[in-house]
């Protein structure tokens, strides 16, 4: 300890509160990880729970006078390993800053501190008549700091778009150390560059975010729930392209393999997988007669395209039950084993192939893919499964996931559409963009960035010949 | 000619079919401007008119080598002086880069040259059933790259959003030279920064775009109109709050001011400015009933607003009528002389409130200001008249330009909400930003120009005590 505290770490205990800075070896260990399987995690030297911007400012100065790298950490959900450690690093968690500040009715905007839970943020605004939209599924435990880093989607943005389409403004402690605020709160706003939309997605590499201020809609009428079982995930993917040239939007249409049912019906007892091959769940809040027709449009669609069952759901708690095998998947699959969760996404007419190829990776690299989709933004999480502590299966995972990447970039698509590069994804970034891009994304980052203290190796690929 | 033909002009001539290089004096005088009343303008030594990307890659790589300025241009249509010509640049004008490539109803998405007019794009689309709805008043003019420059808005903004929020992907001529791919067709994607969100708004000043990918809605159900006369702002006002707390979002919400009336009156006879000193127009396009429901909606807060008339219009012609005296505004005011166009948008409840400042700048300055408003988004159109040929007036409207921008922000506002910086509000900027966010803008310019060809001196504020 003593040998620490002339440093970052003697650096930081005189700026904060004690209580801000946490150097237990056990808990040091507990901030090394996010959610993602497999991804490198470094040791922390630090972890640091600031309360206020100020505090945020004191940490990044602190870094930057001691070349430290600093790496901001919201709940830890991510999948990507976006937030893993690196070694000597210290580590910001924004748990702290759980401060609901503002809900605004008549401007419809919430200014929150950046450790706010989703879930959190989502009920407070309900409770107002007022609807945040980003629904990822870590919904219950992310926090609005790690969407807003990861520019998180869901099921809704099929209708209502992703994170960075509702941050009006943030404050930012800079890579310089500067406290600054960026964007503003009015409807519109042009003034110079989108530093706001920069920051979203950024996956704390520009900037650590102290404040952010969100767009809100009015609450939206209930929803109607269509589900459609299909024999094939031809079929199911010629009824999302149905349901899109009918000029339907669904407000979600969430599609779910076999071996998602296979695995829920393994632990719930749902039997979902004796009678379908794949679910599709649509729904639309339209209001009224306007989501009667909807309703119905999809179901034709379903039924068009071949279900082999389909209904319109005409109580809440049926549609609910169907929903939860959809968010039951992850979990269930889990339970067979560790997982390495894809994010590819592709056009949407090309689901069906991507879906035949994935299977096809899953045969070649015998892994056990099993798949949940967000079938109407033909955003895909193959899920690889492998049995517990068989590194030659890790090894082979390892492999598809490579594979699928390089598939959906062949295809048209991208290698993550919602969950980030982080650190499991910088190849596939190489895979996807040019050189020239990824010399454009360097220089922003080294303007914004200059000393490269944040969240170091993330994201961009390394540089081939020269340091990182 | 001859000295010219040695630098750039050469290295053009060199490059290009002949036919792309406009060196007439008349036709350099041409394209010195944009609509921007008084804003400067220099002269181009070249106007060059491509067809292909690669040959604005030549341009910019000619420009590169000599070190030339190069400010690209659409049709014109801004307002903020932003298309305005340096002294001794070229200038690329996108007009012959007009081809629809795409429109994908599949996938919902429509790929476009630069120059290809906003208008005609929608055309285009509707045509196959959808829908493109950055709707700039501009829009029979301007250009889908002049739109994506300045990050056009436009009526149905309040409910639909602006242009950004429409585009996917973009190619991009870089500072550098480079001809990139930047963002992506799929309906979501996070592979990096946003670099797609960075260049638009960015008003020619981080690359060149030769295409754009714009993200397409399927056409919607016919509009209703509601119409109400209003005896002050202050009432109009508070009807605006009134639809936003009643949680209805409006597909357009315009407010004309008695001035814009009187004088569309004067032009067209349509006796609008003897029953109101304010209209309002709203416009609902939800379906079936709920569009019933909301055009009542908003008749009721119209009424409960105090409006002295306010009506439902049942049939598409009168409300086409009506909305057409929104349309004339602009054109009605400039009868009456050269007109200065403000572009400040506020918190939505502090509308009265900002046009009450503006009536104030008004009788201080002595200058007449009428107002249009996207009265919705608290996106307010002063328009600054003066007598043809006073130079005076021209004086004390310049002032009372600045006097409102400085009101807009103290309202905590922007001073630009749709039309951009350009020239004309380059002071607003940096009195609306941080002295540490302008570096940021700064930072990030010269990571993408670093030799500074890019539309120099527009959108950010000079430097102090540095050359810039």
Same mark, same amino acid.
């Given at each position: 300890m003593t040998t620490l505290t002339t440093g970052v770490v003697g650096a930081l205990l005189a700026a904060? =509160?004690?209580?801000?800075v946490l150097l237990d070896d056990d808990v040091l260990a507990s901030y090394?990880?996010?959610?993602?399987? %497999?991804a490198p995690a470094g040791r922390p030297l630090a972890v640091v729970r600031p309360r206020e911007a100020r505090e945020v400012q004191a940490v990044v100065r602190a870094c930057l006078e001691h070349r430290v790298p600093l790496v901001t950490r919201g709940?830890?959900?991510? #999948?990507?390993?976006?937030?893993n450690a690196v070694d000597g690093c210290v580590v910001v968690s924004?748990?702290?800053?759980?401060?609901?500040r503002v809900i605004d009715p008549v401007e419809r905007y919430a200014v929150v501190q950046p450790g706010v839970v989703n879930d959190d943020l989502r009920a407070a605004c309900a409770a107002q008549g007022l609807w945040y939209p =980003?629904?990822?599924?870590?919904? =219950? %435990?992310?926090t609005i700091g790690g969407n807003v880093a990861t520019n998180a989607g869901g099921l809704c943005c099929v209708k209502y778009g992703v994170t960075r389409d509702y941050v009006l403004e943030l404050e930012v402690v800079t890579g310089t150390g500067e406290l600054v605020r960026l964007g503003?709160?009015?409807?519109?706003g042009v003034v110079g560059y989108d530093l706001v939309g920069l920051m979203v997605g950024s996956e704390g590499t520009l900037g650590v975010v102290t404040e952010v201020t969100v767009r809100l809609r009015p609450a939206r009428p209930a929803e109607r729930t269509v589900v459609g079982y299909f024999a094939s995930v031809v079929d199911a993917g010629r009824a999302v392209e149905a349901i899109g040239a009918a000029g339907i939007v669904p407000s979600a249409l969430e599609l779910v393999d076999r071996h998602c049912l296979a695995a829920v019906d393994a632990w719930?007892?749902?039997?979902?997988s004796v009678d379908a091959d794949v679910v599709l769940l649509g729904r639309t809040d339209a209001p009224g007669e306007a989501g009667d027709a909807e309703a119905g449009g999809m179901l034709a669609c379903f039924e068009t395209a071949g279900a082999t069952w389909a209904a319109a759901s005409t109580d809440a708690e049926e549609a609910e039950a169907l929903f939860s095998a959809r968010r039951l998947a992850y979990p269930a699959v889990e339970r067979l084993g560790p997982v390495l969760t894809e994010d590819v996404c592709v056009p949407k007419a090309a689901v069906p192939e991507m879906l035949a190829r994935i299977e096809a990776v899953a045969q070649r690299n015998d892994v056990l893919i099993a798949n949940i989709a967000h079938a109407g933004d033909g955003n895909l999480h193959p899920l690889l499964i492998t049995p517990p502590g068989d590194d030659a299966a890790r090894e082979r995972a390892q492999v598809a996931f490579t594979e699928i990447m390089a598939d959906a970039v062949d295809l048209?698509?991208?290698?993550?559409?919602?969950?980030?590069?982080? #650190? #499991?994804k910088r190849s596939g970034l190489a895979l996807e963009q040019s050189a020239a891009v990824v010399a454009m994304q360097r220089a922003v980052k080294a303007a914004l960035d200059p000393l490269g203290? #944040?969240? =170091?190796?993330?994201v961009l690929p390394d540089e081939t010949g020269a340091s990182a």
């Open positions: 904060l =509160p004690a209580d801000r090394r990880h996010d959610e993602a399987e %497999w709940a830890g959900t991510g #999948l990507s390993g976006g937030a924004t748990e702290a800053m759980r401060e609901i =980003p629904d990822p599924a870590s919904a =219950p %435990w992310s503003r709160r009015t409807a519109k719930k007892n749902m039997g979902l048209g698509g991208t290698v993550t559409g919602e969950h980030g590069v982080g #650190l #499991l203290i #944040l969240n =170091p190796g993330k």
